[in-house]
């Protein structure tokens, strides 16, 4: 008789979908849940594989009750670190006999051997294999933010594929952006025209002429109550730098589409087609990122000086002080529309990859269909 059993996270979205009923899955949760309300049928396990100092304390953000409910007699198991003895329930997860049952032959090149456990799920995927279930069910993980989950993903991303690999039925009624990307090699690249690229030039020209015009005469009112000393100056100055980095943003954007569609231009005339991959957009985001970080803590560091050059000049009004003040003002207006440039660029190269993803998912993952194993496979929720 095949064995299956379903491993329940916390997320909202899939959570309540599990077979709490079935008489033929066990049902396995994690901390809190074993008390939570929406727990809707009989479980079987409960993982708390976090330190006595985590489960034990008072101050419990999703069950300040939790201590006590873990020392009541429960009928199923509780799977810790290390048996607790004022747990009556808990049993000492078999680490060691996992990773030799399961790891024997990875391990780096030093010879040390890779214990790849990131969150309380891996643990469970792991568990699963070594009680040797046939059948494993995922709910309700998603990992889908970019806080703890980034680097849990990949853990649980990699025990989902050793389980598929030593013949397990493994059924994801969850998780899709974990796994549902393209297939390297078979998807991912996209064929663009230059047109892709340039169709909105001349409205966002158009649009960069008009912030200009703003930028000038925003300028002008900067100048003229930064020379008279004028209390308004703070106010006009803000609507001056926020003018400046909306024309960085628009020029920053013209300036990329501009040069990808250059960039196409070339490679259709040598070689018939301009093929673009998801990575090249992805890594020119995240270095856009970084480079706009850089320029927002600039601008931030000058926009401090400034602050204090204009009390400086407002309490002693002198020549120096002006010069000063006025240098430093041009210079925060530069890094202002330097740091809305580099925005732009982000949000030009968000754009192509969103739209790549866009045209990869209307393509149907036919390809990915013929190639991958169907023993793994999704489930709509």
């Known amino acids: 008789m095949n064995r299956t059993v379903a491993i329940i996270g916390t997320h909202p979205e899939t959570r309540e979908e599990a077979p709490w009923n079935d008489p033929t899955v066990d049902r396995w949760v994690f901390n809190e849940a074993g008390s939570a309300p929406w727990v809707a049928g009989p479980i079987q396990a409960v993982f708390q ?12 953000r999703s069950d300040p009750k939790h201590w006590d409910w873990l020392q ?48 309380s799920i891996a643990y469970a995927l792991a568990l699963a294999l070594y009680h040797e279930y046939d059948r494993i069910d995922l709910y309700g993980v998603e990992m889908g933010s970019n806080t703890e989950y980034a680097y849990q993903r990949d ?36 064929r663009l025209d230059a047109a892709y690229f340039t169709a909105d030039l001349p409205g966002l020209t158009a649009q960069a002429q008009a912030k200009q015009a703003e930028v000038e005469a925003a300028r002008d009112r900067d100048a003229e109550l930064l020379t008279a000393g004028a209390g ?5 100055r803000a609507a001056f730098l926020e003018a400046a980095r909306a024309l960085g943003r628009l020029d920053g954007i013209i300036s990329e589409k501009a040069r990808y569609a250059g960039k196409t ?6 070689t018939g087609a301009a ?39 407002l309490a002693a009004p002198s020549p120096e002080g002006a010069a000063a003040l006025y240098k430093s003002a041009e210079l925060q ?14 949000m030009a190269n968000d754009v192509f990859m969103r739209d790549m993803d866009t045209q990869m998912r209307m393509a149907g993952g036919q390809k990915s269909a013929d190639v991958i194993n169907q023993s793994l496979t999704y489930q709509p929720a």
Request: glycine residues 8%; contains cysteine; aromatic residues 12%.
């Open 155 to 190: 853990g649980v991303a990699f025990w989902v594929g050793l389980a598929a690999g030593r013949g397990a039925e493994v059924v994801l009624h969850c998780a899709k952006p974990i796994f549902d990307q393209p297939l390297y090699g078979y998807e991912g690249n996209v």
């Open 275 to 313: 093929v673009y991959s998801r990575n090249e957009f992805e890594a020119r985001l995240a270095s856009a990122r970084e480079r706009a970080e850089q320029a927002r803590a600039h601008e931030n560091i000058e926009s401090g000086r400034l602050s204090a050059l204009w009390r400086a000049w």
């Open 72 to 119: 009541e007699p429960h009928p199923f198991v509780i799977w810790m670190q290390a048996a607790d003895p004022d747990v009556p329930a808990s049993r000492r997860y078999p680490l060691e006999a996992i990773c030799a049952e399961l790891l024997p032959g990875l391990a780096f090149g030093d010879g040390a051997p890779v214990h790849y456990f990131t969150s």
């Open 49 to 60: 594989m976090h330190a006595p100092e985590v489960y034990r304390s008072p101050a419990n």
């Open 333 to 346: 207006v530069h890094l202002a529309y330097n740091a809305g440039w580099q925005a732009g660029e982000c």
């Open 265 to 270: 231009e070339t490679a259709i005339a040598e």
């Open 232 to 236: 308004e100056w703070p106010e006009a």
